[in-house]
């Protein structure tokens, strides 16, 4: 993608697509003295963007699509000794309005702790808290590496976040990254997930 700001705005799209849909997030905010970051597809189209009006590693952060409305709302837990995040949707009412849809908590590996071998923070992610069968993730994320990676339980990649690499083989800078959505993934969920891997990075 040659340009980092889009022509367009996005119009309404499906959530989910049939087949792998690959964005570019760059980690900064499109409004001035704001941290945060906006997200194009591969058309070069405004989809998704993250403002931070207030300060950077906010405990709360929202989610929102091309037009400014709030699709999900990130909050970090106050008492998590070792890390923990709650997603909010959008829109929720009756008794699950306060339910988080998904939930991502740090998983502590003895042998990575004491000899930091591999140097890879794992994350244990619950999808579908609101509902009676939720699913289980893992995103793992390299140390210094603006990367990460997002699996079901079966092994299966369900998303993946990595630098941008240009057609020529060209590096870009640590604030752009190409996410990649498997099929039949729900693009604002893994986006928030995404979100929670920028915190975790100071990013946002």
């Excluded at 001035?32 to 403002?51: A, M, Q």
């Excluded at 590996?109 to 619950?126: A, D, P, Q, T």
């Amino acid at each position: 993608m040659a340009k980092v700001y889009p022509q367009t705005v996005s119009s309404s799209r499906s959530p989910i697509s049939s087949k792998q849909e690959v964005f570019i997030l760059w980690m900064k905010s499109l409004i001035p003295c704001s941290k945060g970051c906006t997200v194009f597809d591969s058309d070069g189209r405004l989809v998704y963007r993250v403002d931070n009006y207030h300060i950077k590693c906010s405990r709360q952060v929202d989610i929102m699509d091309a037009k400014g409305k709030v699709l999900f709302t990130v909050k970090a837990k106050k008492l998590s000794i070792l890390g923990s995040w709650e997603g909010y949707r959008s829109g929720n009412t009756g008794k699950n309005k306060e339910k988080p849809e998904f939930r991502v908590t740090k998983v502590v590996n003895i042998r990575k702790v004491l000899g930091f071998l591999g140097k890879v923070y794992s994350f244990k992610v619950v999808v579908g808290l609101d509902k009676n069968q939720p699913c289980e993730y893992v995103m793992e994320t390299q140390i210094c590496k603006s990367s990460c990676r997002i699996v079901d339980s079966f092994g299966k990649l369900v998303a993946e976040v990595k630098r941008k690499i240009t057609s020529s083989g060209v590096v870009l800078g640590k604030d752009v990254l190409t996410m990649v959505v498997e099929p039949y993934e729900e693009q604002c969920l893994i986006m928030g997930l995404v979100v929670v891997f920028g915190l975790i990075h100071r990013k946002l």
